[in-house]
Nanobody, 124 residues
Framework: QVQLVESGGGLVQAGGSLRLSCAAS?????MGWFRQAPGTEREFVAA????????AYPDSVKGRFTISRDNAKNTLSLQMNSLEPEDTAVYYC????????????????????WGQGTQVTVSS
């Protein structure tokens, strides 16, 4: 069982930046970020393939968020720029144990491991 631990959340003003990190306790393959605001469903934010060659974003964050990973350190990052109040949510790191190299899944059902989440609050 792989454990994922997120860090880097906090309070920021609109237009500001935050960088989230996720540390995995073992080898994982595709990784992603999802978020959930109160009263809403879990929303896909970003995904990256094991080799880093394939990334995916929804239109709502494309151009503002950047996902990256360091396989040597088993870490995942999400650089969030130009933050908006609508980005306020709990952000979750997710990882896939399937031995696929080039996929970056957008659907949460594709992921096997989840972190506890980190709160991101963007004030207007």
């Amino acid at each position: 069982q792989v454990q994922l631990v997120e860090s880097g959340g906090g309070l920021v003003q609109a237009g500001g930046s935050l960088r989230l990190s996720c540390a995995a306790s073992g080898r994982v393959y595709a990784m992603g970020w999802f978020r959930q605001a109160p009263g809403t469903e879990r929303e896909f934010v970003a995904a990256i393939s094991w080799n880093g060659g394939n990334t995916a974003y929804p239109d709502s964050v494309k151009g503002r968020f950047t996902i990256s990973r360091d396989n040597a350190k088993n870490t995942l990052s999400l650089q969030m720029n130009s933050l908006e109040p609508e980005d306020t949510a709990v952000y979750y790191c997710a990882a896939d144990r399937s031995r696929t190299i080039g996929t970056a899944p957008r659907n949460h059902v594709e992921y096997d491991y989840w972190g506890q989440g980190t709160q991101v609050t963007v004030s207007s």
